[in-house]
């Protein structure tokens, strides 16, 4: 397993969303005319008002039409965008940014998007950058 996967699934541990889909795309040609690339979110975690506490976290995988369907029958009060590197760098703070405008247009049903990076390392004048964007950094250091 890559570290960046590994790097996820730690993440998994520390967060109360209920529902994790992995590799979610946006930029979809339909919404942004047709030189538009497709681009894949790593991860999104969806949060409904109401959650129940004894269920695990439900981790999926799914394409444009199913995910827009989760999204279009369910209410969420919020999604997280998460992206993963090994370390904090300037192309994953663009890549979760661009990530946040091209989700809002694809999905306008969800009304707060946050944005998240997980690494396993930060400098901190990134970690300051991260901070005035409202990047919330999550750094997991025990890596394998």
């Given at each position: 397993?890559?570290k960046?996967k590994?790097?996820?699934k730690?993440y998994?541990?520390?967060?109360?969303?209920k529902?994790?889909?992995?590799?979610?795309?946006?930029?979809?040609?339909?919404n942004?005319?047709?030189?538009?690339?497709?681009?894949?979110?790593?991860?999104?975690?969806?949060?409904?008002?109401?959650?129940?506490?004894?269920?695990?976290?439900?981790?999926?995988?799914?394409?444009?039409?199913?995910f827009?369907?989760?999204?279009?029958?369910?209410?969420?009060?919020?999604?997280?965008l998460?992206?993963v590197?090994?370390?904090?760098?300037?192309?994953?703070?663009?890549?979760?940014?661009a990530?946040?405008?091209?989700?809002?247009?694809?999905?306008?049903?969800?009304?707060?998007?946050?944005?998240i990076v997980?690494c396993?390392g930060?400098?901190?004048?990134?970690?300051?950058?991260?901070?005035?964007l409202?990047?919330r950094v999550?750094?997991?250091n025990?890596?394998?």
């Amino acid at each position: 397993m890559n570290k960046e996967k590994v790097l996820l699934k730690n993440y998994l541990g520390k967060t109360d969303a209920k529902l994790l889909a992995l590799e979610v795309p946006v930029g979809l040609s339909k919404n942004w005319g047709p030189n538009a690339q497709t681009r894949y979110i790593d991860g999104v975690s969806l949060f409904k008002q109401e959650r129940n506490e004894e269920q695990d976290t439900k981790v999926l995988r799914l394409g444009y039409e199913d995910f827009n369907s989760l999204i279009k029958t369910n209410s969420f009060e919020k999604a997280e965008l998460i992206e993963v590197k090994r370390k904090l760098n300037r192309p994953v703070i663009g890549q979760v940014i661009a990530g946040k405008v091209m989700f809002k247009k694809d999905y306008p049903e969800v009304d707060r998007i946050d944005m998240i990076v997980v690494c396993s390392g930060a400098d901190s004048a990134l970690l300051e950058v991260c901070e005035k964007l409202d990047i919330r950094v999550i750094q997991i250091n025990k890596v394998k």
